[in-house]
């Protein structure tokens, strides 16, 4: 395959990996074989040339100091960050041989695979890593602690994932951002509204925090964490009660109209207002407006999703588009993911088979921290990539205990020494995304693109596939699936009959074209992939699965009986916890923030500035407080998974929980409560 790597000038197209909806298209700007500038595509069609700041200083993260560019094995205690440089030969023999001896022992459970998205590439996120473990027989991970819960409540209304083409709601003249934080999430997105709104579209966003997507919405709404399903079944009471449904879509297109009309009857303004702290007038407003305007767009993000309840939530919300019949308007619908369809061959690139007939345990990523301390038939070794858990994973206090364990073999390959890397044995330099092969499936717009390398790997880094080309061979695995190439591995994922929307798409055209798009039509026009083949207001299969076949509001869990709702939210700067050790990022970010409503600051004796001490049984942090109305009473917020920084107590998953959500085995970031007071000592001092 071409590589430009030996062009050492020049600019070449490339794609950012980074876990974001907008997977924008880039240009490297490429001098005496280093990448000096990053910039946007112009030509990509959706993202149109306009990157984020996270990106465009991309060349820091690139050539930082402290990337790591040789293999590392631990000379101090555990945690405490010593380490010596190794060769690779002696890194693998001294994972593979470790393993093996493991494998004899105590069976090939006993080692944990623990990955995310830190690279959205198909072959670095899930590609030779998966064979690789299915092979050796690994316990498995189930990967939910993004959108799992929310994706899983959607499916059940439209079967997956499967919503709005992005570009087409360029014609919306209503738009809903419903639990996300689109300016900084989403901003493409915020793009297309923007122009939008210059032929008349009227921007709402519904949040628990008025942050900058709030300040840029036409309405802003506050409502109580949790609590988003009574609205969305309080809006369905009032179309319904004032007859603003569209009888001859629902007739047509879904099931169970009749039980929704008679479910959403309970919800009337009165008891949602009671609910969600949002006032009786503004959901008749509400619920007109989007009864009376289209196409109308709802744009659902993932903020809502990290509850207990976050996939009944989302369920509910994906039925409102079908009530007004906004699937057959171009621009109308919802959008809580896309990837469906771009969906590849995921059997043929995962080679789930190479684990024969063997059954494996499985352990959900949201209870990392519990699966590290309490198993019977413990977990003794964990191989880290792409993901950062020490920080980002709830009840982090359990996952930094459980890191801690002498008898814990763990490995991290990272392009930094991460919080979770100085908890490792050995240490693995990972190559960044712009020195590798991949292909790229945004789940929000429609296009699938290509990452040729475009410079030689940091120092001695080595790509995700590379790593697992190497252990499979340090463990003797012989089948011909370890030796694929990158190029073999697309044309293996991109061959997938059973998706028709990827016709055409071929690793021959996205080299020559850099972006191929879906083959989309309306989503509507086609069978849905629900039992029924309709959108389903009335599901069999969530009865089946043991939930309420309907919509329905169900509160978070009781989480103790503390005062404040806490929802430790991303910022701006970072992405998740990358860049987060990056100096002009936090220069950017300034400092960690807790916003709290000016009654509860008036109550706690607290003013703007002060540090404020949150805790709970899990754990503690300190924040500093920005007090004001930004917040409704009760609930606290924070933005950012900041580094750990020495006197410095903001690691915010201190505090959160590990239970699991109501579906798809989500996670709960946002459902759990604290208590605050003043802090005292300059010890909390943040410098
Ligand atoms: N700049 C930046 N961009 C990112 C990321 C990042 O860290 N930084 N992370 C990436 C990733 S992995 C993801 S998953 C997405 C996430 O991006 P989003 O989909 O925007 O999700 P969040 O930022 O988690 O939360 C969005 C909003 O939900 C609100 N919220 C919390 N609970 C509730 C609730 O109960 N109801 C309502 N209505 N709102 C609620 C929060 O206040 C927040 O403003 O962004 C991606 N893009
Ligand atoms: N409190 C709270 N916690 C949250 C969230 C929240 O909103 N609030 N959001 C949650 C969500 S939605 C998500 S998706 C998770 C994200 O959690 P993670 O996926 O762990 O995200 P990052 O912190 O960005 O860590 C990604 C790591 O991958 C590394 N990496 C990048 N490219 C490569 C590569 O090619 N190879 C290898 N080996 N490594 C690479 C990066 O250097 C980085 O250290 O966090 C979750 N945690
Ligand atoms: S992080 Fe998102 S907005 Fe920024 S360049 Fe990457 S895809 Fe685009
Ligand atoms: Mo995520």
């Given at each position: 395959m071409h590589s430009y790597i030996h062009e050492p000038d020049g600019v070449f197209p490339s794609v950012c990996s980074l876990d974001c909806p907008d997977q924008c298209g880039l240009l490297l700007h490429k001098k005496d074989g280093k990448i000096i500038k990053v910039q946007g595509d112009p030509a990509h069609p959706v993202t149109k040339g306009n990157i984020c700041n996270k990106v465009r200083n991309m060349t820091a993260r690139l050539y930082d100091p402290k990337r790591l560019e040789y293999p590392l094995k631990r000379v101090g205690a555990k945690g405490e960050g010593k380490?010596?440089?190794?060769?690779?030969?002696?890194?693998?023999?001294?994972?593979?041989?470790?393993?093996?001896?493991?494998i004899v022992h105590n069976g090939p459970q006993s080692i944990l695979p623990y990955s995310f998205y830190g690279n959205m590439g198909n072959l670095s996120a899930e590609g030779m890593d998966r064979r690789f473990f299915s092979r050796l027989g690994a316990t498995r991970l189930e990967r939910s602690i993004c959108n799992a819960a929310g994706s899983t409540g959607y499916k059940y209304t439209m079967?997956?994932?499967?919503?709005?083409?992005?570009?087409?709601?360029?014609?919306?003249?209503?738009?809903?951002?419903?639990?996300?934080?689109?300016?900084?999430?989403?901003?493409?997105?915020?793009?297309?509204?923007?122009?939008?709104?210059?032929?008349?579209?009227?921007?709402?966003?519904?949040?628990?925090?008025?942050?900058?997507?709030?300040?840029?919405?036409?309405?802003?709404?506050?409502?109580m964490p949790g609590t988003d399903a009574a609205l969305a079944l309080g809006i369905m009471h009032v179309l319904f009660a004032e007859n603003m449904e569209d009888e001859e879509f629902l007739q047509q297109y879904t099931v169970g109209a009749e039980e929704l009309k008679q479910r959403v009857a309970q919800y009337d303004p009165p008891t949602v207002s009671a609910?969600?702290?949002?006032?009786?007038?503004?959901?008749?407003?509400?619920?007109?407006?989007?009864?009376?305007?289209?196409?109308?767009?709802?744009?659902?993000?993932?903020?809502?999703?990290?509850?207990?309840n976050g996939g009944m939530c989302v369920r509910t919300i994906s039925c409102l588009p079908a009530v007004t019949g906004q699937w057959l308007h171009k621009g109308g619908g919802a959008t809580k993911g896309?990837?469906?369809?771009?969906?590849?061959?995921?059997?043929?690139?995962?080679?789930p088979d190479l684990l024969k007939d063997k059954t494996t345990r499985i352990i959900n990523m949201n209870a990392i921290g519990k699966a590290l301390l309490e198993l019977e038939d413990p977990i003794r070794s964990m191989f880290v990539y792409n993901s950062n858990p020490a920080v980002i994973a709830p009840e982090a206090n359990k996952v930094r205990t459980g890191l801690m364990r002498e008898d814990l073999f763990t490995v991290v390959h990272d392009l930094f020494l991460t919080e979770t890397a100085a908890f490792a044995d050995i240490v693995l330099p990972a190559a960044?995304?712009?020195?590798?092969?991949?292909?790229?499936?945004?789940?929000?717009?429609?296009?699938?693109?290509?990452?040729?390398?475009?410079?030689?790997?940091?120092?001695?880094?080595?790509?995700?596939?590379?790593?697992?080309?190497?252990?499979?061979?340090?463990?003797?695995?012989?089948?011909?699936a370890f030796k694929a190439t990158d190029e073999q591995l697309i044309e293996e994922a991109l061959d997938n009959p059973a998706n028709p929307y990827l016709e055409g798409i071929s690793l021959k055209g996205l080299l020559e074209k850099q972006f191929l798009k879906a083959s989309v039509s309306p989503i509507i026009s086609v069978k849905l992939p629900t039992p029924s083949g309709k959108i389903e207001l009335y599901s069999e299969q969530m009865l089946k699965?043991?939930?309420?076949?309907?919509?329905?509001?169900?509160?978070?869990?009781?989480?103790?009986?503390?005062?404040?709702?806490f929802v430790p939210a991303p910022n701006h700067n970072f992405l998740n916890s990358?860049?987060?050790?990056?100096?002009?990022?936090?220069?950017?970010?300034?400092?960690?923030?807790?916003?709290?409503?000016?009654?509860?600051?008036?109550?706690?004796?607290?003013?703007?500035?002060?540090?404020?001490?949150?805790?709970?049984?899990?754990?503690?942090?300190?924040?500093?407080?920005?007090?004001?109305?930004?917040?409704?009473?009760?609930?606290?917020?924070?933005?950012?998974?900041?580094?750990?920084?020495p006197g410095a107590k903001q690691l915010v998953n201190a505090l959160t929980p590990d239970r699991i959500a109501d579906m798809g085995g989500g996670a709960t970031f946002f459902s759990g409560r604290v208590d605050a007071e003043k802090a005292a000592g300059p010890e909390y001092q943040i410098s």
């Open positions: 380490f010596e440089r190794i060769s690779w030969n002696e890194a693998i023999e001294t994972i593979t041989s470790k393993w093996k001896d493991l079967g997956g994932s499967f919503g709005t083409d992005p570009e087409d709601t360029i014609h919306s003249k209503l738009f809903i951002f419903w639990g996300i934080n689109a300016v900084s999430t989403n901003m493409h997105q915020v793009t297309i509204a923007q122009q939008a709104r210059k032929n008349g579209a009227k921007i709402v966003v519904i949040d628990v925090h008025k942050n900058q997507t709030g300040r840029w919405a036409d309405w802003f709404i506050p409502i609910i969600t702290g949002v006032p009786v007038d503004d959901i008749y407003k509400l619920a007109r407006m989007y009864g009376t305007t289209s196409p109308s767009y709802i744009r659902i993000g993932n903020g809502l999703q990290h509850h207990d896309n990837s469906g369809y771009l969906a590849h061959n995921a059997r043929a690139l995962q080679r960044a995304s712009f020195e590798t092969v991949d292909f790229y499936a945004s789940y929000w717009h429609h296009y699938m693109q290509i990452q040729q390398p475009v410079v030689e790997a940091y120092g001695e880094s080595k790509s995700n596939t590379e790593v697992f080309r190497l252990l499979a061979d340090g463990m003797g695995f012989d089948e011909k699965d043991g939930y309420d076949p309907l919509p329905v509001y169900n509160p978070v869990v009781e989480d103790g009986d503390l005062p404040y709702l990358t860049f987060s050790n990056n100096a002009r990022h936090i220069a950017l970010e300034k400092e960690p923030r807790l916003h709290m409503n000016v009654v509860d600051a008036g109550r706690l004796g607290i003013e703007d500035g002060d540090m404020v001490r949150i805790h709970n049984h899990r754990g503690e942090c300190v924040l500093k407080a920005a007090v004001g109305e930004n917040v409704l009473p009760g609930v606290l917020v924070s933005q950012g998974l900041w580094a750990d920084m």
